[in-house]
Antibody
Framework: QVQLVESGGGVVQPGRSLRLSCAAS????????MHWVRQAPGKGLEWVAV????????YYADSVKGRFTISRDNSKNTLYLQMNSLRAEDTAVYYC???????????????WGQGTLVTVSS | QSVLTQPPSASGTPGQRVTISCSGS????????VNWYQQLPGTAPKLLIY???QRPSGVPDRFSGSKSGTSASLAISGLQSEDEADYYC???????????FGTGTKVTVL
């Protein structure tokens, strides 16, 4: 069965960096686009970034553009999110999610991890 | 930033039908299919409806979706206590090259 397990969250001071990881199993990782979605405490869902199945395209929400970098290692079945210049408003649970269908980013997010909490505070 | 607009809350008694609306624009709902997600308290979101009106395997047929122009809706018929959750619409946005989510609707079973 499809499994997505995030790690790397924690408490970090404003302006510092953090790298999240998402270990994937139960499917052919290299065939699917992958996303990061976040949810601030008590708030709604916010899409953060997407990376194409082969890493050829990456897109970001305006709120993180220039600060966050999405990447993947298909040999390790792992997705990453490098977060730099963190701000208090980046505090959220970060979920990784898989495209529903291979090669179709617009079809929806078919599988989600359990999330990892990032708290930006001094 | 939420680009799709939903009512903040909806409610009904067991067995009733509840409908949630989702309003977007030409760059998202008007150009792409709509998905709906259910988020039970303390859990990760789950895909409920994809491609406007398709249910993934395991989703009860009490849940149905529709789309018209730049708006969409989710209907829950035969409301059950386990349907109490937050519901989000979403669509790909051609201007952002990313998914946009709705503001979310909390469904309460009275």
């Amino acid at each position: 069965q499809v499994q997505l397990v995030e790690s790397g969250g924690g408490v970090v001071q404003p302006g510092r960096s953090l790298r999240l990881s998402c270990a994937a199993s139960g499917f052919t990782f290299s065939s699917y686009g992958m996303h990061w979605v976040r949810q601030a405490p008590g708030k709604g869902l916010e899409w953060v970034a997407v990376i194409w199945y082969d890493g050829s395209n990456k897109y970001y929400a305006d709120s993180v553009k220039g600060r966050f970098t999405i990447s993947r290692d298909n040999s390790k079945n792992t997705l990453y999110l490098q977060m730099n210049s963190l701000r208090a408003e980046d505090t959220a649970v970060y979920y990784c999610a898989r495209d529903l269908f291979p090669g179709i980013a617009a079809a929806g997010l078919g599988y989600w991890g359990q999330g990892t909490l990032v708290t930006v505070s001094s | 930033q939420s680009v799709l607009t939903q009512p903040p809350s909806a409610s009904g008694t067991p067995g009733q039908r509840v409908t949630i609306s989702c309003s977007g624009s030409s760059s998202n709902i008007g150009s792409n299919t709509v998905n709906w997600y259910q988020q039970l308290p303390g859990t990760a979101p789950k895909l409920l409806i994809y491609s406007n009106n398709q249910r993934p395997s395991g989703v009860p047929d009490r849940f149905s979706g529709s789309k018209s122009g730049t708006s969409a809706s989710l209907a829950i018929s035969g409301l059950q206590s386990e349907d109490e959750a937050d519901y989000y619409c979403a669509a790909w946005d051609d201007s952002l090259n990313g998914h946009v989510f709705g503001t979310g609707t909390k469904v309460t079973v009275l």
